[in-house]
């Protein structure tokens, strides 16, 4: 949770269970009360494996550079800020799942949409 929050999420809500499991739902500032987010714990379960083929969450921040800035300063470790469009910064987890940070260029909508999308040549 504390990676989390570090990131700018919320909690709205959480349900325990009385084997130790418990859903922590979280969203963003902005997103009212709808749910982008929810980290499971399931103890039972053991330790988490990556590498399922899910490959990285994506966060939409106002100013990537001052974000990574303060991210840094509080221990959360940023790779480097990449231009290849929007600008972008990938970062891990605690449990090393890949989350990029988002920067939308000057003039663009706040939203991905299919504008966004190039076609796939073979």
Same mark, same amino acid.
């Given at each position: 949770?504390?990676?989390?929050?570090?990131l700018?999420?919320?909690?709205?809500?959480?349900?325990?269970?009385?084997?130790?499991?418990?859903?922590?739902?979280?969203?963003?500032?902005?997103?009212?009360? $709808?749910?982008? /987010?929810?980290?499971?714990?399931?103890?039972?379960?053991?330790? =988490? &494996?990556?590498?399922? !083929?899910?490959?990285?969450i994506?966060?939409?921040?106002?100013?990537?550079?001052?974000?990574?800035?303060?991210?840094?300063?509080?221990?959360?470790?940023?790779?480097?800020?990449?231009?290849?469009?929007?600008? $972008?910064?990938? /970062?891990?987890?605690?449990?090393?799942?890949?989350?990029?940070? =988002? &920067?939308?260029?000057? !003039?663009?909508?706040d939203?991905?949409?299919?504008?966004?999308?190039?076609?796939?040549?073979?």
């Amino acid at each position: 949770m504390d990676f989390y929050r570090k990131l700018g999420f919320r909690e709205i809500g959480q349900v325990t269970f009385g084997d130790g499991s418990a859903l922590v739902m979280l969203n963003l500032p902005g997103d009212g009360e $709808v749910v982008t /987010l929810e980290l499971v714990h399931k103890p039972a379960l053991g330790a =988490v &494996e990556s590498g399922n !083929g899910f490959s990285h969450i994506a966060v939409q921040v106002e100013d990537l550079a001052a974000t990574v800035s303060d991210l840094q300063s509080n221990g959360v470790p940023c790779g480097p800020i990449e231009h290849p469009g929007p600008a $972008v910064c990938n /970062l891990r987890d605690p449990d090393g799942y890949r989350i990029e940070l =988002v &920067e939308w260029p000057p !003039g663009h909508p706040d939203e991905m949409t299919s504008a966004d999308f190039r076609p796939l040549t073979a």
